[in-house]
């Protein structure tokens, strides 16, 4: 009986090793073809997503710098703001800004990029800056995860928006309590969004701590006048 008893078991273990076989097969096919499929749809999408990033940019720039018809990419080039040219953007990321211009080719303010950590994650924006009066003219939020109803107010309060007409950067900017404001330099916060406000000002103060000197060197060597 022990015997009979061992063939049989031998017999299914045979049986089992062909399926374990098989699913180990199959797996690895399904594998193999979900990485092909999520490959090509980053294939795909990534110049479709590209697209729609330097749109959106573009009509940032626009909303920013009041009356831009035209502006030029200028990117950081051993310490100086240079033209963006084709060696310079396949370079690999490069710091930019963008000089703007209206329709008769006049000097209309700087459109500046940055990035900030915020309450839930990095909060990505663009201001307007005028270098001859030294205050920021225009501001939008281009990438934002802040909590809804609170640190999405950065992009979506009115009143807020109001702190960018006209606020001045120097010596620096700061933040005060929603309805305290008394300087031009400062920005009354959101509200319940406190952190998020904080971050908006931090990244200003930081940006402006980089690029407020090479603006000014590049606005010389160029002779650029007042808006």
């Known amino acids: 009986m022990s015997s009979e008893t061992e063939i049989?078991?031998?017999?299914?273990?045979?049986?089992?090793?062909?399926?374990s076989a098989l699913l180990v097969?199959?797996?690895?096919?399904?594998?193999?073809l979900a990485g092909i499929v999520l490959v090509g749809t980053f294939i795909f999408t990534k110049p479709l997503i590209e697209q729609n990033k330097a749109e959106a940019l573009q009509r940032a720039i626009?909303?920013?710098?009041?009356?831009?018809?035209?502006?030029?990419?200028?990117?950081l080039v051993d310490g100086v703001l240079k033209p963006?040219?084709?060696?310079?953007?396949?370079?690999?990321?490069?710091?930019?800004?963008?000089?703007g211009?209206?329709?008769?080719?006049?000097?209309?303010?700087?459109?500046?990029?940055?990035?900030?950590?915020?309450?839930?994650?990095?909060?990505?924006v663009i201001y307007g800056y005028?270098?001859?009066e030294e205050i920021i003219v225009g501001f939008e939020v281009l990438e934002s995860k802040e909590t809804p109803g609170l640190g999405d107010k950065i992009?979506?309060?009115?009143?807020?928006?109001?702190?960018?007409?006209?606020?001045?950067v120097?010596?620096?900017?700061?933040?005060?309590?929603?309805?305290?404001?008394a300087n031009d330099n400062e920005v009354e916060a959101i509200t319940g969004a406190t952190i998020s406000s904080k971050a908006v000002v931090r990244l200003l103060n930081k940006s402006m701590e980089e690029w407020k000197k090479l603006i000014e060197a590049y606005v010389e060597s160029e002779k650029l006048g007042k808006p």
């Open 155 to 168: 992009f979506k309060d009115l009143a807020f928006q109001e702190n960018f007409k006209a606020l001045r």
């Open 84 to 99: 963006a040219g084709d060696k310079t953007k396949d370079g690999g990321d490069v710091k930019q800004v963008f000089v």
């Open 62 to 75: 626009f909303k920013v710098l009041a009356n831009c018809d035209s502006f030029e990419e200028l990117v």
């Open 130 to 132: 005028n270098p001859h």
């Open 101 to 124: 211009y209206d329709k008769n080719k006049e000097f209309v303010g700087f459109a500046i990029p940055g990035a900030e950590p915020g309450f839930q994650d990095i909060i990505g």
């Open 170 to 181: 120097s010596p620096e900017i700061v933040i005060v309590k929603n309805g305290q404001k």
């Open 25 to 32: 097969i199959t797996l690895g096919i399904a594998g193999l």
């Open 8 to 19: 049989e078991q031998g017999a299914a273990d045979e049986a089992k090793e062909p399926a």
